[in-house]
């Protein structure tokens, strides 16, 4: 990681404080390598994607954490839950981008990627394509899928066979397409 580089540092301090929640902390970190590798291969601007992920679900921390596993995953019975994340965190985003000194025109792209990156369907631009990516590969990697199949008791090979189900629906990239199933294929051998 290049952070001190590239200045992405002051972003990941920011946002720290409010991914003590919800493994949001290793989800944050394991999402911006993936968002690195799709930098490198799809093109896009760090300056907009890095702050993207890093703060993408921040708003978890406004949703009581008694509440959060009904707002996402396989079984989602609370949808509004998952609004309140993206608007809580789309608004706490640009404070803190504000308070960095980002760049205005990058800071409200930030913002709107963040405030639809779980709802809204489709994608309006490579940036936010490669944000959307990046935060679905996490549930295929290698931390990530344990994870998951524990907090949304799952059966790892049940649930291995749902997430190549939604690749196509989920993924907007070619990358991440071919990383999705590379990841797919190392859990299998681990199942
Ligand atoms: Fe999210
Ligand atoms: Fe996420």
Known sequence: MTDGAQGFEPV?????????TRHNDVHTRISREFAERLLAEEGGNPQVVIPAILLHDIGWSRV??????????????????????????????????????????????????????????????????????????????????????ERFAQ????????????????FFTETARRLAREEIAARRTGL
Not at 12 to 20: E, F, M, N, V
Not at 157 to 163: A, F, H, R, S, T
């Open 12 to 20: 990941l301090a920011a946002a720290l404080p409010y991914l003590q």
């Open 155 to 170: 059966n790892p090979p049940n649930y291995l066979d749902w997430l190549e189900d939604q690749l196509d629906r989920w």
């Open 64 to 149: 009581p954490e008694d509440r959060q596993l009904a707002a996402f995953g396989p079984n989602v019975q609370d949808p509004e839950l998952t609004k309140v994340h993206e608007r809580e965190g789309a608004g706490m985003a640009g404070e803190i981008l504000a308070g960095l000194g980002w760049p205005q025109a990058l800071a409200d792209e930030i913002v709107d990627i963040i405030a639809g990156h779980d709802t809204r369907p489709g994608s309006a631009s490579l940036h936010e394509s490669i944000v959307k990516d990046a935060d679905k590969l996490f549930r295929l990697s290698d931390r990530g899928f344990p994870i998951d199949c």
